[in-house]
């Protein structure tokens, strides 16, 4: 590993141990030319997963839309960023495990919505408002009272049926 400081390539290690719950390695390094001490992370080279929109088009999987689109459903809601993080990651995950390389954006739109039920019902609404383009009040009304209807899931209750 390249010093930051001098750029020499030859650096012992100090300390390893676990960081972002197991998904990584935490390593602190010591420069053995100016003694200089910094901190590396090692983590599992992922697959890029690509996305295959409603259109036809495919675009690479971004994970910092899929959040942005969490955020701006549960804009003003008691639900943390780090939740909605944590969110993000699930589902990558669960997107990696079910799909080699390519994901239709569907699949992706139906797996936020059921994490967005169990999180909070205005973020629901809010991004199945966007996500089914309602084209009129009916509709969003339809959505609403079926709301009621559904029952919560936890994010560690599995579902036994899959349609």
Request: hydrophobic share 30%; glycine share 4%.
């Amino acid at each position: 590993m390249r010093c930051p400081k001098c750029g020499n390539l030859e650096d012992k290690v100090i300390d390893s141990r676990s960081a972002k719950a197991g998904a990584a390695i935490r390593r602190r390094r010591e420069c053995l030319r100016c003694q200089h001490r910094f901190t590396t992370y090692e983590e599992v080279e992922r697959r890029d997963l690509r996305v295959l929109k409603r259109d036809g088009r495919h675009e690479p999987f971004d994970r910092q839309k899929l959040l942005s689109g969490l955020m701006k459903a549960c804009e003003k809601r008691p639900v943390s960023y780090e939740v909605l993080e944590k969110t993000v990651e699930e589902i990558y995950q669960e997107l990696e495990q079910a799909y080699d390389h390519e994901v239709p954006s569907s699949v992706i739109g139906i797996r936020v919505m059921e994490r967005l039920h169990s999180l909070d019902d205005i973020g629901y609404i809010r991004y199945a408002s966007v996500y089914r383009q309602f084209q009129d009040l009916g509709e969003f009304i339809h959505e609403i009272e079926s709301l009621g209807k559904k029952t919560k899931r936890s994010a560690q209750q599995p579902e036994l049926f899959t349609t």
